[in-house]
């Protein structure tokens, strides 16, 4: 059996025949071939037809020519000539390809650039033997040998902008535990050098002085971004890693911090130094003790190379000569201190790398071009066809002008359809963006200003009249109706959206959640997708370049968008309305606390609220759980067309309603309240008594509860869906999550002292029957805290749903806890967990206090877990 024969695009092949006018016009004759060949055979340049055919073919190689030509032109704005890069999603490679750091280096880079005074850094991670943890890490720091940054309060400073960066570009699950500025080890140098006439001897001491300070202690160099652009460095390598401002590094470049030094690597970097011949009687000495072949210096210090010409006594330290002429040859301070400041600015010297990007980055400019204006075919024609410009003369007969216009509204049918592709290309730059566009079919009226002698060929309706460009009235409108009929909005902007992403590598699959749709109407729904996508597309530079960044726990949680990346991208992708960058951003339950409503497990104490079918009076009473009851004597709810009321009615309605007037509601009620078929309307013996039912579920029963009692059909009808609006205004607003890093629970108080504070006698017990839960707790595992009462988040599919996305988000070296949390539950989880995140940002709280409290959070994940295990 034969292979089936593989389908492909041919690039050289699809885009050019839309040029060709001959091509198209033999396929052209091709089609009136086939379907009029049997009364049409004469295919000469003569025929009428073949005119009309060339002139359509011409009409649609320029169509096709605009159609080639560059984006960047078919995305300018026609009336200022620039392109809206925004809402375009035109992000420049400067601000989408840097990803916040991952590797030691990336922090290497990211200190030199954002702290002044520092000339390099070196990561370690701290062994596990130390603390217990892994994901604790130590910066070394050198700081330039300058007078200005050697006092202890410039010290102390530049340790604490160090801080402030480490801790806003932290990743997920790690921390810095040391942070330590290195002492200055002076190292003495002592030689006797031979030298030639390729350089001065104040030349070539300089580079002495500078090579060995960069072996000793390395400097960072930096680069702009024309120097490594023209090395052949790539647009993906330039850009790897943090984001900079001043300037890039090369990772070769990149020096470990030598502890130990020989005489022999001294030996070998003066050599290599232009001018030097020869090297004798090397020694070197430290803290004023004479080394033999080597120096060996601790972790917490750096070399510097101790020599300043100005010194009498350092300058006598290097004798140079020349050849058999052994005396000593002298220098010029001065000049030696020239050609040291030169090779000093050239090693720090920095960039304004924002402006280089700006230059060589920006999105390029395109033309303005009015890609909509169209020129009539029938402009083209000859004259004896009457079609033109010039019309028909006066003194044909009446047949004569009947024929020319019968043509013209022939042809009239191909240019709308030539003139709409025209309106769909000049908005491409509207459905290739973030823009609120309301439709995705666009079209353009043929007027007089388009079609000459227009007036009589637009059948007008009864009652309507031509306008000033000689079409009817109402056509707009009409063919606004024929556009929207095959205009699937929703669908085709899902569609261009996910285009957009796809730019990016991204996917924004969202058909299980609208699957698992409990709030919204299909097409809001839809709607709501959309919007989603905008806003991912929105912060889609933020998603990829945060993606493993956890937040700053020395800022306050939420201000200024303080979270971390997955949880920035997981409420995008799951359609959560998060409250960061607000004062109780902290808490899953301030939506209820905001509404003065407390929310709290379903009890027995529901059955009050609920009735029983009443034989005698055929009506209903006050009893225990009696569904038949409702069955009989109430009716359910319909809002085929909603009620539109005031703000002020709607607060009116809800006081009346028992849990809000109470203030209390419980889970079950809070999830059947959002939906329309939940709920009944019943009278009551006696006036004023429509009676308002909602439906829970208990266990494995239904419960018809009384949740208000109102005068008329109607107030309580409005009620409902006053309520119905309230209950989905919860729902959604308490969907939410906490991402707890277990590193940050590790507390520096040793745990005797911490139990005797807070008597809390179960944590040893705990610890000691989960000894290998203990033992993993703090390293690389983090808990996400949810609620499980609300409608989605109570669903088993939406859970499922939702851990998966937290799967394919976090790090795969992170393992992951979930607790899906009852409102009690997470009443006592966030007392302790927000009181902490509170502390730990403080200026003013104690360690002792933060450590306390970070016990209290972490007994509650134990716990749980073990609970749940």
Partial sequence: MMAEEMLYIDPEKSSKESLNFNELKKDGIGLIEQYCGGIWTDYNGHDPGITILEQLIYALTEISYRTEFEVKDLLTNPKDGTIDERKQVLISADEIMPCSPLITRDYTKLLYDKVLGVANAWFSPIPVEKYGVNGLYKASVFVYDMPQYQSLQDRKRIQQNIIEVLSDHRNLCEDFEEIEILEYVDLFIKADIEITSQNTPETILAEIYFTVSNFIAPEIKLYSYLELKDEGVSIDELFTGPSLQYGFTKDEELKERPLKVYDTQIIDIINNIKGVKSIKNLKLSLNGSDYHKEVRIDDSQVLRFDFDVDDEEAEKRFKFYKGSNTRRIEINAQKTKQEQ????????????????????????????????????????????????????????????????????????????????????????????????????????????????????????????EYNEKDIPKGLAKKMRALTDHFDDKLGRRSKFLDYMLSMYGERFHQYSLSRLNYYYTEEQNRENINDNKVRFLEGIHLVNRYRGTAYNYQQPYGENYNISGVEFKVKLLLEINSRVNSLDGCSVLSIFDNNNIRLTSQTESFKHDCYEFDEDSGGVRSAPVNETAVEYAFEGVSFEETEKMTNEEKEELLSQITFINRGVIDDAMLRAAIDEQNYKLGHLKGPDTHVVVLRTIAGDEQVWRRIGVFENYMQAKKAVQALIEHARELNIEGEDFHLVEHILLRNSLNSEELVSKESIQDLHSLYRIHEEQQRDF????????????????????????????????????????????????????????????????????????IDELAVKVELFLRRYKAKNK
């Fill in 341 to 464: 400041n030169v090779l000093k600015a050239s090693q720090r010297r920095s960039y304004r790398l924002d402006e280089q990007y700006k230059k060589y980055l920006d999105v390029p400019a395109g033309r303005k071009l009015n890609l909509d204006e169209y020129y009539s075919v029938q402009n083209q024609f000859p004259h004896i066809y009457g079609i033109n410009q010039f019309g028909v003369p006066n003194s044909e007969k009446p047949l004569r002008k009947a024929q020319a216009k019968q043509l013209k509204g022939y042809l009239i049918v191909f240019e709308q359809i030539l003139v709409n592709y025209l309106a769909q290309l000049s908005h491409i730059k509207d459905l290739f963006s973030i823009r609120d566009i309301e439709d995705t079919y666009f079209f353009k009226l043929l007027d007089n200003t388009i079609i000459p002698h227009l007036r009589g060929l637009y059948v007008l309706s009864e009652g309507e």
């Fill in 778 to 849: 703090y390293s690389f595992r983090m808990s996400v805290v949810l609620p499980n009462w609300t409608a989605r988040f109570n669903d088993v599919r939406f859970q499922e749903l939702a851990m998966e996305t937290f799967y394919l988000n976090i790090p795969a070296h992170i393992a992951v806890d979930y607790l899906w949390l009852s409102p009690e539950e997470m009443c006592d989880f966030e007392q302790s967990y927000c009181a902490w995140m509170t502390k730990k940002a403080s200026d003013d709280a104690t360690q002792e206090e």
